[in-house]
């Protein structure tokens, strides 16, 4: 009887300006899914590019708060709440456009 020997997938490697943490993502996504397409490619480099900006932004709200004041001394909403608002969107409209089955994870 013939031993069943699975090939492992040859993966796209992730775009260099990728933060450490989208390039895990990149290759967890790849390692998990059935992405190999250059559209799918560019839509999850889009989702993950969008990841680091929302991760830039949390950043910055975490240094600064979620309120700051202007110069006629006005309390604001931070404008980096926007850019988080919207980077998060932008990659989780990415990743559903990849069509990805993501199982629910169960309590242990």
């Known amino acids: 009887m013939k031993k069943l020997v699975r090939k ?3 993966t796209a490697p992730p775009p260099a300006h990728l933060s450490a943490e989208s390039k895990q993502w990149w290759r ?3 390692e998990e899914s059935a992405i190999e397409d250059h559209p799918g490619l560019l839509i999850l480099a889009t989702a993950l590019e969008s990841f680091d900006r929302m991760r830039a932004a949390q950043a910055v709200i975490a240094k600064l708060g979620v309120t700051v004041v202007d110069r006629w001394q006005q309390v604001m909403p931070n404008p980096a ?3 988080e608002r919207d980077s998060r969107a ?12 993501i199982e629910p994870t169960t309590p242990k």
């Open 28 to 30: 967890k996504i790849l």
């Open 90 to 101: 932008a990659m989780l409209s990415a990743l559903r456009q990849l069509n990805l089955d």
């Open 8 to 10: 492992k997938r040859a």
């Open 81 to 83: 709440t926007t850019i």
